[in-house]
């Protein structure tokens, strides 16, 4: 049996939350548009490997400057990865004046912007050691 007080109590945290709710709605169609479940993790769409007499076709690219290997190979991955926003940086989610989804494209853009060079590192240190970067594709 509910008392009073524990009736009035659930009324009034179900009306402090109802806004809440309706704003999570809201924007759960934008991060969806923005190419992000409601996790926070890029919506993916998995592609089958290309099939030839029963294997994975696949060739091998050498690599001997980062321009080449980021027009052929790296720039489409580097976008694919920097679509998936897990964490906001915390000056880009204090912005009150901007919508979800342009703080998210920011995100976006600042994820692609720090994969690349993390990429740009490791290709350099692959091309110091060995000489060339080998990728199979």
Not at 10 to 27: D, E, H, K
Not at 111 to 117: G, M, P, T, W
């Amino acid at each position: 049996m509910i008392n009073r007080r524990s009736f009035l109590r659930r009324s009034a945290a179900a009306t402090a939350a109802a806004p809440i709710g309706a704003q999570m709605v809201g924007q759960e169609s934008t991060l969806k548009a923005a190419g992000i479940d409601a996790i926070g993790i890029g919506v993916r769409t998995p592609q089958a490997p290309e099939i030839a007499n029963g294997r994975a076709a696949q060739t091998l690219k050498i690599f001997r400057s980062f321009t080449d290997w980021m027009r052929e190979h790296g720039d489409a991955e580097i976008k694919e990865h920097a679509k998936e926003v897990r964490v906001m940086d915390p000056d880009i989610i204090s912005m009150r004046s901007l919508p979800l989804c342009t703080k998210i494209r920011m995100q976006q853009k600042r994820n692609y912007e720090r994969i690349l060079e993390h990429r740009r590192g490791w290709f350099d240190s692959v091309l110091r050691s060995e000489g060339d970067v080998r990728v199979w594709r």
